[in-house]
């Protein structure tokens, strides 16, 4: 992309700060390298400030507006370098994994070393036959993968309304249980008091028949002393009589006593056997429902399990090194021009020009004219795609347009119409 936003130096009738100011601002934006006035509505009021400002008015206006689009640039320029780190990183991470120099000698082996020599030489059959191979594996293991996450999805429902049905069944029982024991000890309770409430009247019977007695004791004896009781053997033995019958009324207040105490004692003993019934009951409640968790939960990693070996028997069929001879496949097939923009062929030089200087000066126009809209989000995936595409893969990382396919112009100009209508928005 070539071309300037502002064609002269800009001169006009504002003091020397704020000339170098402006002059400062535009020669930062004309460092784009393209014309932002052709992006559209959104710069279109540039160049109406512009003019005031060179005649002293709207200054301020006029540098805020360009401070506000340089921004924007630093921005897109920020994005841009990040679509070409993921450009050029996608170039390499589809089976180039550079971790010493074995891998390099193998890269270089099976992709560039035969071009030095003839770029048109063939890619060998072998390279692309490991490359359908395992494009068939991977599209397996994506389909796979797809309807498993359904199947565990639904699973991980069915597991959730398990655990909530039995944990809601665990809490009906817990509450019923509670209900039970509190209702036996209201019920203990009660027939303590009732009984509590007889010995008490009983207790009270008997003192009052105590003081009566005792009275009439203490009225025989008062007669005694006064003399007018003459036979003392009726004394003695209505005395005794009288003592008898106070010792019998002490014994028994006192053994009543002793029964009011006993029976809260033994009532204590019932609600405390009570509670350790309902504690034992609790605990075998939350013991059952931990264990019937633990067999749902093991169900569930079993299932699990078995996906992921159903998975792991597809990727054990993946031919040696299929990352790098997808790899080679693709780019092999880039590089002896296969792969068409506008229909120009690609020489292997230019395409070496894309994946070292990437898409920088494409992509912050590109950017520039997204930002502030809703597809700003989108275009670092939209990078990824582009990188992805351009040598020939899809997302997976697995070829998605045939060997054949790419080696016919017309088809391949195709498909390469129809993804930058669908990831550009253009036609």
């Known amino acids: 992309m070539s071309g300037v936003t502002f064609k002269n130096t800009f001169n006009g009738a504002v003091s020397e700060v704020k000339k170098c100011e402006i002059q400062g601002l535009e020669s930062k934006i004309n460092n784009l390298g393209f014309d932002l006035i052709s992006l559209g509505n959104k710069f279109e009021s540039i160049m109406p400030l512009r003019q005031a400002a060179s005649i002293g008015n709207d200054v301020e206006k006029y540098i805020e507006k360009l401070k506000d689009i340089c921004a924007t640039a630093n921005k897109a320029h920020r994005l841009a370098c990040g679509m070409k780190g993921i450009y050029s990183v996608a170039l390499m991470f589809q089976g180039l994994k550079l971790a ?9 082996l099976i992709i560039f070393a035969p071009l030095k020599g003839d770029p048109s030489k063939l890619i060998p059959e072998e390279v692309h036959q490991k490359a359908r191979r395992a494009s068939v594996i991977l599209a397996k293991i994506s ?73 009439h004791l203490g009225q025989l004896e008062v007669l005694f002393e006064c003399k007018k009781i003459n036979n003392l053997q009726s004394f003695i033995h209505q005395r005794d009589t009288y003592k008898q019958t106070i010792d019998t009324l002490h014994n028994e207040i006192e053994s009543l006593t002793s029964k009011i105490k006993q029976n809260k004692e033994e009532l204590l003993v019932k609600l405390n056997d009570r509670k350790k019934f309902l504690e034992t009951q609790l605990q075998d409640l939350d013991e059952q429902l931990a264990n019937q968790l633990n067999i749902f939960k093991e169900n569930f990693k079993a299932e699990l399990n078995k996906h992921r070996e159903e998975i792991q028997k597809l990727k054990d069929q993946l031919p040696h090194n299929y990352r790098l001879n997808c790899f080679g496949s693709s780019v092999r097939s880039t590089l002896q021009g296969i792969n068409l923009k506008d229909g120009v062929v690609y020489s292997a030089s230019q395409f070496k020009n894309i994946y070292k200087n990437g898409i920088q000066s494409f992509n912050t126009k590109l950017i520039i004219s997204n930002i502030g809209t809703n597809r700003e989000p989108s275009l670092l995936a939209t990078a990824k795609k582009t990188a992805l595409t351009t040598i020939g893969f899809n997302n997976s990382g697995a070829p998605h347009v045939p060997i054949s396919d790419r080696k016919n112009k017309w088809k391949l100009r195709m498909l390469l119409r129809n993804y930058k209508q669908q990831v550009c928005g253009s036609s």
């Open 100 to 108: 010493g120099t074995a891998a390099l000698g193998v890269a270089n």
């Open 143 to 215: 389909s796979i993968k797809d309807e498993n996450k359904k199947s565990i999805t639904a699973l991980k429902t069915e597991l959730q309304q398990k655990e909530a049905d039995l944990k809601a069944n665990v809490q009906q029982k817990k509450a019923a249980l509670k209900a039970e024991v509190k209702q036996k000890e209201t019920a203990l309770k009660a027939e303590l008091q009732r009984k509590e409430a007889d010995l008490k009247v009983n207790v009270q019977q008997k003192k009052a028949l105590l003081k009566v007695i005792q009275k």
